[in-house]
């Protein structure tokens, strides 16, 4: 099969991943409302936080919590795409697929691709909805983009872990239950509180937590403006651990294919 042709089938399934979410605003409404309501509702009850010592300045708690917004709200939505791949898989349009002179490996890159796209219209949507409640992002333009670029690779990385799981089990179900998991490594992570103010066994756990730099370096570009180390943690934190979860994704795939 041509590099030319297998693109095509790959684009063709991204679109249909994408339009899937799109149809079903019942499944892509809680990804976005829940976590506006946390990062209002954290506003409210933790607003006066931001005068303790170690916390960094802030021009509202809503500022500081854009960049845990953007990674909770990302988490939410990239179990949609997973949830809906298992969902093919047990009424038997995943077989199909494999059945087809299409590329095995763009059925998965298009179900990830549609997820990625989505995780990144998320980060927008965030950064867009809490701007006007004196959250702004100081790094302006660049900040804004590398956000929700990291959104979508955050998504893209998430969503392969989940898929890892829809394949292996071929469950709904199943991703549904493993995803309470990823929610645990954000609350241990210095996501919503800064590293600064924690202590004994919480801050150790968020020291050695990926989450905890991720969410760091984000938060970076939103209170301090443009910083190169900031967006390297944006940036590449995300892209290794997704270059590891598709590996992971394909590799389920390979072993489900050669299975049957």
Request: with cysteine; hydrophobic share 55%.
């Given at each position: ?46 607003g ?59 059925i ?5 691709a ?7 219209a ?17 790094s302006g ?47 241990f ?7 600064e ?8 756990i ?19 403006g ?35």
């Amino acid at each position: 099969m041509s590099t030319a042709l297998s693109l095509r089938q790959t684009q063709a399934l991204t679109v249909r991943s994408t339009k899937a979410l799109l149809r079903q605003p019942a499944l892509v409404a809680p990804s976005i409302f829940f976590p506006i309501f946390f990062a209002f509702l954290g506003a409210s009850s933790f607003g006066k936080t931001t005068n303790i010592p170690g916390f960094p300045q802030v021009e509202s708690f809503l500022q500081f919590s854009l960049a845990s917004t953007v990674v909770q709200g990302v988490l939410f939505g990239s179990v949609t795409g997973a949830a809906a791949l298992a969902t093919d898989i047990e009424n038997g349009f995943f077989d199909r697929l494999l059945l087809s002179p299409s590329t095995r490996s763009g059925i998965l890159i298009g179900r990830l691709a549609g997820s990625a796209i989505f995780g990144a219209a998320q980060s927008l949507i965030f950064i867009l909805l809490l701007l006007p409640f004196n959250a702004p992002v100081k790094s302006g333009v660049i900040g804004i983009v590398a956000l929700s670029v990291s959104g979508g690779i955050v998504a893209l990385a998430i969503g392969s872990i989940m898929s890892s799981v829809a394949i292996r089990t071929g469950s709904a179900e199943a991703v549904q239950g493993a995803f309470p998991l990823l929610f645990v490594l954000l609350f241990f992570s210095s996501a919503f509180f800064p590293r600064e103010t924690m202590s004994g066994a919480y801050k150790r756990i968020a020291d050695i937590n990926p989450i905890s730099y991720l969410v760091e370096g984000m938060r970076t570009l939103v209170l301090d403006g443009f910083n190169m180390q900031a967006l390297a943690k944006t940036l590449f934190i995300p892209t290794a651990i997704c270059i590891v979860a598709v590996a992971l994704a394909l590799t389920q795939l390979r072993r489900r294919i050669s299975a049957q």
